[in-house]
T-cell receptor, first 114, second 110 residues
Framework: DTAVSQTPKYLVTQMGNDKSIKCEQNLGHDTMYWYKQDSKKFLKIMFSYNNKELIINETVPNRFSPKSPDKAHLNLHINSLELGDSAVYFC?????????????FGPGTRLTVT | DAKTTQPNSMESNEEEPVHLPCNHSTISGTDYIHWYRQLPSQGPEYVIHGLTSNVNNRMASLAIAEDRKSSTLILHRATLRDAAVYYCILRFPGTYKYIFGTGTRLKVLA
């Protein structure tokens, strides 16, 4: 049983296209996150949702739009993809954003924009 | 945001203990110290966290300096599966995010 799952695992697409990445967690957590890991391996938070409400929105271009249909799902939609969007995107979840709860990460989605 | 400093890389022999250091001289009184690791081609994995006292779990031990300006992650017997990038992160409990640094790449030699 996978705790945090992401689909697809790999995504290759051309510049200008629109794509979505899906994330699901079966841990009963109420907070979910999207991180981006670039080619230099820096991990940076992009968004966080708590109980379906956006609580973090780092300086991410408007082309990126997260959507949380329920507490167990957090999807990431990217419009007008650019070469610089190529990265590995990780979804994570935790019990809460308050306190010191650990985060559980998914396996990642490797996005390649050509 | 408080920052952490870690060596870029370390090596260890298999079956030997490994001490991974982390400096966090700007830590505040309420910052928790978290450690994660990222195995090749996988997402980060929680290892351990603590506030002031030393902590032990099935994966590792965390030794926190008395002034809390540094900490050490201890893997008691390194295995080849422990080869990963280890991240030391400070987290204020009222915030919602981790700030990952560059981490320490641990190489375990057979």
């Amino acid at each position: 049983d996978t705790a945090v799952s992401q689909t697809p695992k790999y995504l290759v697409t051309q510049m200008g296209n629109d794509k979505s990445i899906k994330c699901e967690q079966n841990l009963g957590h109420d907070t979910m996150y999207w991180y981006k890991q670039d080619s230099k391996k820096f991990l940076k938070i992009m968004f966080s949702y708590n109980n379906k409400e956006l609580i973090i929105n780092e300086t991410v271009p408007n082309r990126f739009s997260p959507k949380s249909p329920d507490k167990a799902h957090l999807n990431l939609h990217i419009n007008s993809l650019e070469l610089g969007d190529s990265a590995v995107y990780f979804c994570a979840s935790s019990h809460s954003y308050i306190g010191s709860y650990e985060q559980y990460f998914g396996p990642g989605t490797r996005l390649t924009v050509t | 945001d408080a920052k952490t400093t870690q060596p870029n890389s370390m090596e260890s022999n298999e079956e030997e203990p490994v001490h991974l250091p982390c400096n966090h001289s700007t830590i505040s009184g309420t910052d928790y110290i978290h450690w994660y690791r990222q195995l090749p081609s996988q997402g980060p994995e929680y290892v351990i966290h603590g506030l002031t006292s030393n902590v032990n779990n099935r994966m590792a031990s965390l030794a926190i300096a008395e002034d809390r300006k540094s900490s050490t992650l201890i893997l008691h017997r390194a295995t080849l599966r422990d080869a990963a990038v280890y991240y030391c992160i400070l987290r204020f409990p009222g915030t919602y995010k981790y700030i990952f640094g560059t981490g320490t790449r641990l190489k375990v030699l057979a």
